[in-house]
């Protein structure tokens, strides 16, 4: 498949530990944020959001941060595994209909 | 996988032609967002369809086009296709403004 994200910003953990992908988002106004993983040759394939009347929200190993006073959101997975591996992008909405990507993060996890 | 399909996987086109790339949607799901994604980048929002009118546009010329049919489904038009018009074109899905679930989406080649 193609390669998604050629000169992303790359994080790389080891097997095992937890990953922080960070992200800062450009509108005040957004009002629902999503994180989104991508492999390559695919499609982005949905996380976690989290509203912004919320700061914190936890999923399966995932666990999403909201700072609006910075404008910043986190991505925490915990326990990475190889499977993680990916290009992370965060996406901010506003307006309840145009969806604004981050640039991408890419996600390396060595076994 | 989401339940969102489009085709085809893979085309080539030559400057100045006209494309068009078609999206299944999930069942149940009354809502087409279209993103182009280049090489190395997050998706860009093109636009997006709810009970068969355009619903919000992003920066795209009106040579980029769309539709949507009763059954939900989406079509994308391109006309007087660009070199810089190469990239993955993503249909996303949702229930109004619910969370928007991705298609694999078409690779687009223009030489």
């Known amino acids: 498949g193609e390669s998604v994200g050629l000169h992303l910003p790359t994080l790389s953990v080891q097997e095992g530990d937890n990953s922080i992908i960070n992200c800062a988002y450009s509108?005040?106004?957004?009002?629902?944020f999503i994180w989104y993983k991508q492999e390559s040759g695919k499609g982005p394939q949905f996380i976690i959001d989290i509203r912004s009347n919320m700061d914190k929200r936890q999923g399966q190993r995932v666990t999403v941060l909201l700072n609006k006073t910075v404008k910043h959101l986190s991505l925490q997975i915990a326990a990475t595994q190889p499977g993680d591996s990916a290009v992370y992008f965060c996406?901010?909405?506003?307006?309840?209909?145009?969806?604004?990507f981050g640039a991408g993060t890419r996600l390396f996890v060595k076994a | 996988e989401t339940g969102v399909t489009q085709s085809p996987t893979h085309l080539i086109k030559t400057r100045g032609q006209q494309v068009t790339l078609r999206c299944s949607s999930q069942s149940g799901h009354n809502t087409v967002s279209w993103y182009q994604q280049a090489l190395g980048q997050g998706p860009q929002f093109i636009f997006q369809y709810y009970r068969e009118e355009e619903n919000g546009r992003g920066n795209f010329p009106p040579r980029f086009s769309g539709l949507q049919f009763p059954n939900y489904s989406s079509e994308l038009n391109v006309n007087a296709l660009e070199l810089d018009d190469s990239a993955l074109y993503l249909c996303a899905s949702s229930r109004t403004i619910d969370t928007q679930y991705f298609g694999p989406g078409t690779r687009l080649t223009v030489l």
């Open positions: 509108n005040s106004a957004s009002d629902y």
């Open positions: 996406a901010e909405r506003t307006g309840g209909f145009k969806t604004i």
